[in-house]
């Protein structure tokens, strides 16, 4: 969009032709404190820098470009370099789709211009700002950070939490670890006598409102029992029996087991107690799953090493999707109203519109969305710093970064920090040369 | 749905023939049901966006060990937690006081210098003529991209070697410097856009070029202007790489004071939360205001 409105001022002011008389000293004076500047601040540093990168740690030995092939080599380094990769190629695509998305979406309701100021204003604050928010958000326990509250949520209504987690039988009881979390009975189990299934370890909480415990009736046909805490309130209880007053465990998985193969399953009743048919559960051996006992599910480890990069990557689109909404909005004005009706009344769907008309014609601003964007992140510094945990530093490793602790952290090498820093400007040299010819092609018009 | 379209056409044989362009009836009840959920859809995202933000605001409202034994959602059962203990002690404390004070002297003149020093070039590359104009402004375009990074090593030397270091004055000219190119590639355009003849019209009442300058050119040039230093102003309020760097570590600014904090995050947030809600006020309050300034700075800045 921007190059459009500038080559039409360009060219205007092209076609006229300035010449005030005696201008040279004035010129002078009205560029040099700009010059000076850019000289001292910017030119002469990128030269600076070049050199710089040329020499070792403490500045005196001509290394060559050994910075160059320690960049590639370093195993902390090439994490740095592989995280910039993945932040350039993933960052820029899904902010723009999405910013795509928004524009062409809001354009149909009433209230886009609310929609768009939302999602948009992320853009003001600072990167730092937005680190703390993130921090809050991907905070680890479902208690606090709203991702994981969220997630947790969503897992819970799938699948149900265990029952009574850290439950477990008493050592040497009916009942013995079989491996993966679960408890098998040590022998066989025949249908017409009931089964005692004690256990204790059970959480206060995971008890609340649970019913006292029945002894199971003797069924012919069915392997009958019971579940229940073998633990007497108040004290005076027998191990391994049900005493008055001992709480049953409820909802539990029971299944029988043959040969490793489960042949039939119950859950226990609000009374503990739980039946299976005879004929299948005689002579197989009784199981609690592990599933009975499971820890309660904690949600996800988002700042963990092996997700804090794309996490990171979340807030940044947070942060920039509403610029590249913005650009393509503006650039989406500029579509002819009448190449969208005469397509929709040839008969073409809104999918086809959008894919066949609308994303052609502003295939210019998605591009400049994209560049600008893939510029920006490769300077991404603030939100990695902010956001990634001491612990997944490492992990999170970008260029920007490494620069930084390269060139002022604890183990300082400015022969390495500049080579990143001129390695960066090298990637950004063909977006200056795309500029520059624009601009004289522009002008020889 | 075929069924609907079938009865339609047949109840209203002439209506469907006479208005040929309209689209079938089924063709417009998925409009309408898409239109529902497409606005479903939207205020959903709206609230997805919103929600990191309105988590910090409410967050900083709420007593440490509240913020530490459950989330800001529960505002909503109890509003009754909500308190202003953490703005109180921050304030009173004087520490963030001090640095959104720091970061005000360091974003006020960065933005003046870059609008004064940018105008000045920016008409000189429009309406002055002198040799190599046309590759020096071309330098400049070229610098639009490079990276601040570039700058931090060098730089740092530099202002150690004339005291610069560590000082308020020194973040300020590397943020001028930064701020240049694009406030010059900006402002050039824009002045080259003024009519020559209002110009020669000025110069024939005898005004000179400094006249010309500050009485036509900068009134004229206000829009972009105002652009400008709406864009470098959040840039500049909102930086903590050179801030970091170059800014004078016994007082810093706002983003490194709570930089620091951050260090220790966990038990910290009743101060960091209401810390970086008090860091975002004044750009929100400046976003708000100058939105259509901002979004047109952004927009000619998109190649930067």
Do not use: C
């Not at chain 1, 490769?378 to 970008?398: C, E, H, M, Q, T």
């Not at chain 2, 004070?101 to 590359?125: Q, R």
């Not at chain 2, 150690?160 to 410097?177: D, K, N, R, S, Y």
């Not at chain 2, 500049?236 to 170059?246: E, K, P, Q």
């Amino acid at each position: 969009m921007s190059a459009v409105q500038v080559s039409e001022v360009r060219r205007r002011g092209g076609r006229v032709r300035r010449r005030v008389p005696g201008s040279r000293r004035l010129a002078a004076g009205f560029l040099l404190p700009a010059l000076l500047l850019l000289g001292a601040l910017v030119v002469y540093p990128i030269a600076f820098s070049v050199r710089r990168s040329l020499f070792d740690a403490a500045g005196t030995g001509f290394v060559g470009l050994d910075n160059y092939g320690a960049m590639f080599s370093d195993d902390g380094i090439r994490t740095a370099l592989r995280n910039t990769v993945v932040w350039v190629v993933v960052a820029p695509a899904v902010s723009t789709v999405l910013g795509l998305v928004f524009a062409v979406l809001t354009e149909r309701i009433r209230w886009g211009t609310a929609f768009k100021l939302i999602v948009f204003m992320p853009m003001a604050i600072s990167m730092l700002a937005a680190g703390i928010i993130f921090r809050l958000v991907y905070d680890q326990d479902p208690q606090r950070g709203v991702a994981d509250a969220v997630w947790v949520a969503v897992h819970d209504t799938f699948a149900d939490p265990a029952p009574f987690p850290g439950a477990r039988p008493r050592p040497r009881a009916a009942l013995a670890p079989s491996g993966g979390g679960a408890f098998s009975t040590r022998a066989a189990v025949r249908a017409g006598s009931p089964v005692e299934l004690p256990l204790i370890a059970v959480r206060p909480d995971d008890l609340r409102g649970a019913r006292p415990a029945a002894e199971a009736a003797a069924r012919p046909g069915a392997v009958t029992g019971t579940v229940w805490l073998d633990f007497t309130r108040g004290g005076g209880g027998r191990p391994d029996v049900l005493d008055r007053g001992e709480k049953a465990l409820a909802g539990l998985r029971v299944e029988a087991v043959r040969g490793g193969r489960v042949v039939a399953s119950a859950t226990t009743a609000a009374d503990g107690t739980f039946a299976l048919p005879g004929d299948r559960a005689a002579g197989a051996r009784l199981r609690l799953p592990a599933a009975d006992f499971a820890e309660a599910y904690r949600g996800v480890d988002w700042l963990g090493p092996a997700l804090v990069t794309p996490a990171i990557i979340g807030s940044y689109v947070w942060m920039w999707a509403g610029f590249a909404m913005v650009l393509i909005a503006a650039g989406l004005a500029g579509v002819p109203r009448e190449l969208l009706e005469a397509a929709r009344v040839d008969g073409a769907g809104e999918w086809q519109v959008f894919r066949r008309i609308t994303v052609p014609l502003l295939a210019p601003v998605l591009v400049v969305v994209l560049v600008t964007l893939m510029i920006n992140v490769l300077k991404i510094f603030d939100l990695v710093y902010v956001i990634a945990p001491g612990s997944s530093l490492r992990s999170a490793n970008v260029l920007a970064l490494q620069l930084f602790r390269s060139s002022f952290g604890t183990d300082v090498d400015q022969g390495l920090g500049s080579a990143i820093a001129v390695f960066l400007l090298l990637l950004v040299l063909p977006v200056m040369y795309v500029n520059l010819r624009r601009i004289r092609k522009e002008r020889r018009r | 749905m075929t069924t609907v379209e079938h009865t339609a056409a047949a109840g209203r044989p002439r209506a469907a023939g006479a208005g040929g362009a309209r689209r079938p009836l089924t063709a417009r009840i998925a409009a309408r049901a898409g239109g529902g959920a497409l606005r479903i859809f939207l205020v959903l995202v709206a609230l997805f966006w919103l929600m990191p933000s309105v988590g910090l605001l409410l967050s900083s409202l709420r007593g440490p060990q509240r913020i530490a034994s459950s989330g800001w959602w529960q505002v909503f059962t109890e509003p009754a937690q909500l308190t202003w203990d953490n703005y109180a002690r921050l304030l009173s404390d004087g520490k963030v006081t001090g640095s959104l004070l720091t970061t005000a002297e360091i974003t006020v003149p960065a933005t003046l210098l870059v609008v004064a020093l940018g105008s000045l070039a920016g008409y000189a590359f429009a309406w002055l003529d002198f040799p190599g104009r046309d590759g020096l402004f071309l330098v400049v375009v070229g610098l639009l991209v490079v990276p601040v990074q570039v700058a931090l090593i060098p730089v740092a030397g530099l202002f150690g070697a004339v005291g610069l270091f560590e000082t308020t004055a020194g973040v300020i000219l590397f943020h001028t410097a930064f701020g240049l190119p694009f406030a010059v590639f900006l402002l050039r355009n824009f002045f080259a856009e003024i009519p020559r003849e209002l110009l020669e019209a000025a110069r024939l009442d005898g005004a000179g070029e400094l006249r010309l300058f500050t009485r036509v050119v900068l009134p004229l040039g206000g829009p972009a202007i105002a652009s400008l230093g709406i864009f470098q102003f959040l840039w500049v309020w909102n930086d903590m790489l050179i801030a970091l760097i170059f800014a004078d570590s016994g007082r810093p600014p706002i983003t490194v004071a709570l930089q620091q904090e951050v260090r220790q995050f966990g038990n910290n947030i009743d101060v960091l939360a209401p810390g970086a809600f008090l860091s975002m006020v004044v750009p929100l309050i400046v976003f708000f205001a100058f939105q259509r300034q901002f979004v047109s700075g952004v927009m000619a800045g998109a190649v930067k």
